[in-house]
Each structure stands twice: as C-alpha cells, then as structure tokens.
C-alpha cells in the first residue's frame, strides 16, 4: 500500500527511502513513526487481537435462554457452558418460576434444559441442557480484578445473538440487593455496555477467563454495569450440584440497627455509634445455643466493627466463615460470645 507525504502543498508517492528527509526540521519521518514501538495502530491491533481471542474462545459457550412456549412470559436471557455434559449458568431472575427451559446456541440449535438450581440471593441459577460435548467457558478468579482492566462482554441483547462489547473494570468491592434482600458482596462493576437480555451473560477477561456474570443495570445511566463475582458463582454451582440449594449459615436471630447512647459508646470506649440489637432468638438456633438473648447488642463479629444490619449479613456471607465471636454488650457490659453457625434450610 502506497504511503504519501504533503509537498508543495500536494500529497506525493514516498519512494523506498524517500521521506527520511522529512524529519530533517527536527521531526521522525513518516516511516520512522510506522516503526516506532508503541504506535497507535499497534496498540489497536494488540486490544483487537485480544478481543477477537476471547470472544472465538468464549462464543461458543455463551446461550440465549428462555422459556419454553415462554411460559411464562418473561422475555430472553443469556447463559453460558460451565460443563461438556451441560450444565450451565444464568441469573435466578432469568429462569425463576420457569418450568421448562429452551437454550439456543450460537450456532441456532434450539435445546431442552431444565433448572437444576435458583439461588435468588446472588441472582444465579444453574440449568442443565438435554445435549453432551458441548463448548464450555471456564470460571476464573474475581478476587484479582483490578480496576481499569479489560473486560468483554458477551451475550444476547435484545435478542440480538452472540452480541459482544468491551469496558473495563470501574470498581469493584460494591453491594447490591439480591432478590431476597439479602447482600451481593464484592459486586464487579464495569463500562461494557449493557442491555436487557444481557442478564446471565459472561464477562470475561483478556485471557477468556469468566469473571463475573452479568446481572443488572442502572436505568438511564451510561457506563454502570454490575456482574455478580466468579468466585461467588464458584461456590454457588458447587452448592447446587452437592444439595440442590444454597446452604448458607444462619445465626438463628431477628435483628434490628439502633443507635448507642452517647455515654456508652464512651464508657466503653466503642468505635461504633450505632449496633445490631438482637429482637428474637429462635429456639434451637446457633444464637440460642451459645446464649445469646433478646435486648444484647452486637457491636463486634470476630474483632470487626458492625453498625447495621447489613454489615451482620454481610459477614455471615462470607465463605468459611462458621465460628463468630460477638462482641455483645448486655446491661451496659461488654462480654464475647462464641457461636457455631448452623447451615441454613
């Protein structure tokens, strides 16, 4: 391809050598610039490049789900392969109160699937495809994300199949609500563009590795999109396939947030102006096991501060986690209680 160069006001043929002049007052010429590292146009082909892998990598394995007769109606979804043998992922929001499921693939095969799982309170369900050796996308590892870094997402908007676009990450750590009111931890969230009918899509990284699942946008906002963690949607298949349900722990408690008062938060030297007093403990429960009764307030769980509600709920989240020690102050009294967490139903 011919390159040229601005003389006398016309643009004119470089002949082989030709041009080396033109940095004579001081600037590269033009095929100087071409080959200098770090040029535009070699950044651009090294990000397209990246893209393209992922997404033939990545593609195969991505579905659009919905219900079968969509019955009932509730519009398109994506999914994504986790296993040859079928099973894949999606949001809860996606396939909840569905009976029977359809997935279409990239390559337009429509094909039976049935839920396996629904987990409401990270919004991911797992579903099962009447088919075997089929593509799959692997689940990485979230808790690396670091934030300006490549991510791709892919799916089906707007029924729009095998629909791919690009971001980064722009947080990570937030919060959100599930469908049971309950805390999503350690939310990712990006720029890659998102419609309705992305919901259960992958969002991958620059080496094809799911990240975090795509659940939600923000209304009328550009540039918010919200991916549940792959290292929660690890742990939820794995629940799934072993129970068929998400165990989390409970304490056993009814509770409500309530501000301390002032000569308190003073008298013993708390950091907290606010706790989670305890309104009811159920019989036979982890709270009531170790002790705890109505009226104490929970200012501590293992040596963490807690001010509401949430920050409780938040904790019992966290995977592993089946010993607390409550920092409880009862008639004006600081004692530790240790409590062993029970699975929940």
Known sequence: MNEYILRNGRFTP?????????????????????????????????????????????????????????????????????????????????????????????????????????????????VRLAARELPTAVIGESAALQVGQLVIAVGNPLGLQSTVSTGVVSAVGRSMRGGDGRLIESVVQHTAPLNPGNSGGPLVDSRGRVVGVNTAIIAQAQGLGFAVPADTARWVVGELLAHGRVRRPTLGVSVTTVALPKRLVRDLDLFNERAVQVMEVQRNGAADAAGL????????????????????????????ERTL???????????????????GA
């Open 325 to 343: 020690v409550l920092g409880v102050i009862r008639d004006e009294l600081w004692q530790e209680i240790t409590v062993e967490l029970k699975a």
């Open 293 to 320: 009764e109505a009226g104490d307030l929970i200012a501590t769980v293992n040596g963490r501060v807690i001010s509401t509600a949430d920050d409780l709920h938040r904790l019992l989240a966290l995977p592993g």
């Open 14 to 126: 470089i002949a082989d050598g030709d041009g080396d002049d033109a940095g004579a007052s001081g600037g590269p010429s033009l095929s100087q610039r071409k080959s200098q590292p770090g040029d535009e146009q070699d950044v651009l082909d090294a990000y397209s490049r990246a893209v393209i892998t992922v997404v033939r990598q990545v593609g195969p394995a991505v579905l659009s789900i919905t219900g079968r007769n969509d019955d009932p109606p509730q519009g398109m979804g994506s999914g994504f392969l986790i296993a040859p043998d079928g099973f894949a992922l999606t949001n809860s929001h996606v396939v909840h109160g569905r009976k029977r499921l359809t997935a279409i693939t990239e390559e337009g095969d429509a094909i039976d699937a049935d839920l396996i799982g629904d987990d409401p309170a990270v919004d991911l369900a797992l």
